[in-house]
């Protein structure tokens, strides 16, 4: 019996105690804990990743507008008729003076932000967003002050300052409204409005009609 005692000393020697593995189950817990926070941050990293790939495939979608210098042209000479054809549906009552109107030509096709980037990106002066104006806004407006400079941005797409046409309504007291006939008009200056969200574009054409002068012998 006195050989197996020594054995018996050592191996209860060498058993863990209950403190030791309660301290070794806090280490793990503190570990798995640690892999768990280090988990969910590389699931938020890839959550970024994807989403701002989802956000550069849009700008980066090929164009399916004015990919060559003709299809610009033809974009354009599209608006130019589009803006006869509109204004000649404009109504003007009681006419007299230079009388403002606007003519709205709207793309029916969505229009990706390459598309918009294409044709205006660099052109105009913007309006929104800015730093001072709706900096969040999704809505993009690019405005061309000037004919000469609406011109420039329809290049050699023929666009007319005047030889436009509104139709001249006339209005008096417990009679009913009656077109007399048309007005010219001109173009004065231009707003363009891009929907980033819904992907739309639309023209603001802003016209105003030519003075009409009458006879006293009239």
Request: glycine share 4%.
């Amino acid at each position: 019996m006195a050989s197996i005692a020594p054995f018996l000393v050592s191996t209860a020697k060498d058993k863990p105690t209950e403190g030791a593995l309660i301290a070794e189950n806090s280490k793990l817990k503190k570990e798995v804990a640690v892999l768990k926070k280090e988990n969910e941050e590389l699931k938020r990293e890839n959550a970024d990743l994807k989403r701002k790939r989802k956000a550069s495939d849009l700008p980066n979608e090929p164009s399916k507008k004015a990919k060559t210098p003709a299809q610009r042209k033809k974009l354009f000479e599209k608006w130019a008729k589009a803006l006869v054809r509109e204004s000649s549906k404009s109504k003007i009552t009681n006419g007299f003076s230079e009388d403002p109107y606007t003519v709205i030509v709207k793309e029916t096709t969505p229009w990706s932000m390459s598309d918009f980037e294409s044709i205006f990106g660099g052109k105009g002066t913007k309006i929104q967003p800015t730093p001072d104006n709706k900096p969040t806004s999704q809505i993009t407006i690019l405005k061309f002050e000037t004919y000469e400079s609406i011109q420039e941005l329809f290049g050699d797409a023929n666009i007319p300052v005047d030889g436009y046409k509104a139709q001249s309504w006339r209005q008096r007291n417990f009679c009913k409204s009656y077109r007399q006939g048309d007005l010219n008009a001109e173009l004065t200056w231009l707003e363009v409005h891009y929907n980033k969200s819904k992907q739309t574009l639309q023209l603001n054409f802003h016209m105003k009609t030519e003075r009409l002068w009458y006879s006293h012998d009239g």
